[in-house]
């Protein structure tokens, strides 16, 4: 099944989490976590040093990952392992620089062979996309564009249309890191983008409480969150916090 078809079945919960954080072991368990809890989509953060649009808690989780020696090949591996319990839509979350070191194509073709579904390049805009999203026809992985509230029409339109995953809608102008409440505007700038697309579109950056989704549940396809989760696994190595964390956003789709 293509990754947008499965926003055909029920609204998505797709938790992020740093590959390597706390370490390697630890995010084959956290992901056998979210998958026992039956979640579909999995965003998974290659770790990088200077990942501009995550905040102190994501960039705190890549550090560690970095101090722990974790590279593509781990976060490939940790895919693999985690594949075999369990089939699900991983998809990547990374920085240009680590995958032109890597190799683009090396890349692309390893991503289709372990089974990645999709690609987010944080530091990629749409109007590159020949440049490092050329190959993602070839190799059969969906292409995920960020779309920040401040975006004009005619460019929403270039993400809409080149955007073959989901759309994922920033809840504000900034980094990654969980808030209290996230900005009025977002649920207008939602509504909005409703109406001029009928691509899957998930919400993330800032998400902390399922209270801050259900006003715009019925607008999108999903929600993403990151940095909270980052945050629940810090407070608790044993888990049981992320796992009680997980199931307040399950019980709202």
Known sequence: MHLSEVFKIKKQFIPFI????????????????????GINIIEIGIPFSDAVADGPTIQYSSFIALKNRVNIDDVFDVVCQTLKYKKYY?????????????????FFKKSKDLGIKGIIFADSIVETKEVFYSLT????????????????FNRRKLIYDNSD??????????????????????????????????????????????DQILPIL????????????????????????????VKSFLKII
């Open 165 to 210: 995953g989901f759309v994922y809608l920033l809840t504000l102008s900034g980094t990654t890191g969980a808030r209290i409440n996230l900005p009025k505007e977002f649920y207008k700038f939602v509504k909005k983008i409703r109406k001029e697309t009928t691509k899957p579109l998930c919400a993330g950056f800032g998400i902390s409480s399922s």
């Open 90 to 106: 991983p998809i990547l979350m990374t920085y240009l620089n680590p995958v032109v070191i890597y190799g683009i194509e090396r």
């Open 18 to 37: 740093t590959c390597g954080f706390p370490d390697k072991s630890s995010t084959v368990e956290i992901i056998k976590l979210f998958l026992d809890e």
């Open 218 to 245: 019925e607008s999108i396809d999903g929600f993403i969150v990151g940095s909270a989760i980052i945050e629940k696994i810090k407070e608790d190595k044993k888990l049981y916090s992320l796992k009680n964390f």
């Open 137 to 152: 026809n070839k190799y059969g992985i969906c292409r995920i564009f960020l779309l920040s509230p401040t975006t004009e």
